[in-house]
């Protein structure tokens, strides 16, 4: 009985901790990133009147040096809003992203001192 109750505890801790939009996870910061992921291309052949790359949804790794600083998710338009002090990062797809070796694809960015500093992270699927 007291397993059953320490994971009801457990699941409804996770629940509660997980954001209900994950493009709005803020964790009450006033700077950070926002923006959008992609991966492309997503056919073969590109064409002019056809877009060859798509937003996806999948975890990201926000890293500082090797210490990883949090992790987020974007929604499944790509969008994504992490709350994060002022400084340099590394933004790697989790291995679960549909990517091509995904967590070698890394992203520098930098988050600026007023607001959240708007990014759009491409990442290539390894389709050609």
Do not use: E, N
Request: hydrophobic residues 45%; aromatic residues 8%.
């Amino acid at each position: 009985m007291t397993r059953v109750l320490c994971f009801a505890t457990f699941v409804a801790a996770l629940a509660c901790a997980s954001p209900a939009d994950p493009a709005a996870d803020v964790r009450g910061g006033s700077t950070g990133l926002v923006g959008q992921v992609l991966r492309g291309p997503v056919t073969p052949v590109c064409r002019v009147d056809v877009p060859c790359d798509a937003p996806f949804s999948a975890w990201f790794d926000v890293l500082q040096g090797d210490a990883l600083v949090t992790r987020f998710h974007s929604d499944s338009g790509g969008a994504f809003k992490v709350a994060l002090v002022p400084g340099a990062y590394v933004v790697v797809p989790s291995d679960s992203a549909p990517l091509m070796m995904p967590r070698a694809q890394r992203k520098d960015v930098v988050v600026g001192s007023d607001g959240f500093t708007r990014v759009t992270l491409d990442f290539d699927t390894g389709i050609r």
